[in-house]
């Protein structure tokens, strides 16, 4: 059984460029990443991008400009837009029992998972 999130978390990131998390924040509790179970690439809905998000009249910042004024060549997150989304063993601490968490944020490579202003969601927890 799982329970599906959608709640931003802060993650940090593995070195060595892969883009894969060691650790993250959900709720205010520090979970360390154990293991990587799996990742993949998965779409995001269209409602999700940036330009769905302007018309709603929400802020949206692509690379510290505005996304109705963006540099040319900047990736935005559009309409056709992945998402790399990791499945990892983490616990709260050693003594606590460790749970299946997937973890969603821009795919490394793209100023995205990999970079400190990265937006990263936490989607599913597993049972």
């Known amino acids: 059984m799982s329970r599906s ?31 990587v179970l799996a990742t ?3 779409r995001l809905p269209w409602w999700q991008g940036v ?3 302007a018309l709603r009249g929400e ?12 540099e040319p060549g900047a990736r935005v997150a559009g309409p056709a837009a992945d998402e790399q ?13 460790p749970g299946t968490f997937e973890l969603a ?10 970079s400190g202003d990265a937006r990263w969601r936490l989607v599913r927890v597993v049972d």
């Open 5 to 35: 999130f959608d709640e931003v978390v802060h993650v940090k990131v593995a070195e060595g460029g892969s883009g894969e998390p060691s650790a993250f924040v959900w709720r205010g509790r520090l979970f360390v990443v154990r293991e």
């Open 40 to 42: 993949w690439s998965a």
């Open 59 to 70: 802020a949206v910042e692509v690379r510290g400009s505005s996304a109705l004024a963006r």
């Open 105 to 114: 944020g821009e795919p490394a490579g793209d100023g995205g998972a990999g």
């Open 85 to 97: 989304v990791w499945r990892v063993v983490a616990s709260a601490g050693f003594g606590a029992e």
């Open 51 to 53: 330009a769905a998000r």
